[in-house]
């Protein structure tokens, strides 16, 4: 059966420290990847995504994620963290070519202290 | 482009009420979902369309929940009666076609509380 783990329920990083957030999947085949970012009181916005190709993808908002095959997860990553990336991060995983849905994890939520 | 369309935002109603949410999806996008999303549970997916057409219902709770999508622009989930457990951020979301890549897309959800 398909899921996701996302181990840190929350993580508490200083600003401008680098960041680097878990996410582990159980699939049956090498899966469509995904990181969404939902701030308080907002929907999800696609921060990056894993087709196929490089292993390490760029999103926006500096974020980059890189899928590693033998361990089965997908890493979410920035450099320097800012005030405003404080909000809760949700890994995703999804067929490839297929239809239906994605199966998300339970997400981490970031706080960043000054 | 305008992304998905939700309304309300915000709804406050009584247990026993009837709810409707409503949902726009990204014109184009052939799928539409309704995911619903609680602290004790996370994000759930309810009920999933492609083409406007029930796909996959599974996870709507029981009877008193009911989604429909008349034609492509528009979708319905409605909760009859509502119950303060039903309190939850409901999300629709949608997705292009089949080959041009799996990234749903998602509203700014619609607050629901029940009391």
């Known amino acids: 059966a398909q899921s996701v783990t996302q181990p840190d329920i929350h993580i508490t990083v200083s600003e401008g420290a680098s960041l680097e957030l878990r996410c582990n999947y159980s699939?049956?085949?090498?899966?469509?990847l995904f990181w969404y970012v939902q701030s308080p009181g907002q929907g999800l916005q696609l921060l990056l995504k894993?087709?196929?190709?490089?292993?390490l993808v760029q999103g926006i908002k500096g974020f980059e994620a890189e899928f590693k095959r033998s361990q089965s997860s997908f890493n979410l990553r920035k450099p320097s963290v800012h005030w405003s990336d404080a909000a809760e991060y949700f890994c995703?995983?999804?067929?490839?070519?297929?239809?239906?849905?994605?199966?998300f994890g339970t997400g981490t939520r970031l706080t960043v202290i000054p | 482009d305008a992304g998905v369309i939700q309304s309300p935002r915000h709804e406050v109603t009584e247990m026993g009420q009837e709810v409707t949410l409503r949902c726009k999806p990204i014109?184009?996008?052939?799928?539409l979902f309704w995911y619903r999303q609680t602290m004790m549970r996370g994000l759930e997916l309810l009920i999933y369309?492609?083409?406007?057409?029930?796909?996959?219902d599974s996870g709507m709770p029981e009877d008193r929940f009911s989604a429909k999508m008349p034609n492509a622009s528009f979708s319905t989930l409605k909760i009859q009666p509502s119950e303060p457990r039903d309190s939850a951020v409901y999300f629709c979301?949608?997705?292009?076609?089949?080959?041009?890549?799996?990234?749903?897309?998602f509203g700014e959800g619609s607050w629901l509380t029940v009391v």
């Open positions: 979301a949608s997705r292009p076609p089949s080959g041009v890549g799996n990234t749903i897309y």
């Open positions: 699939y049956g085949a090498t899966p469509y």
């Open positions: 894993y087709f196929s190709g490089d292993t």
């Open positions: 995703a995983v999804g067929p490839r070519g297929g239809a239906n849905n994605l199966f």
């Open positions: 014109s184009g996008h052939d799928y």
């Open positions: 369309f492609n083409n406007n057409v029930p796909i996959d």
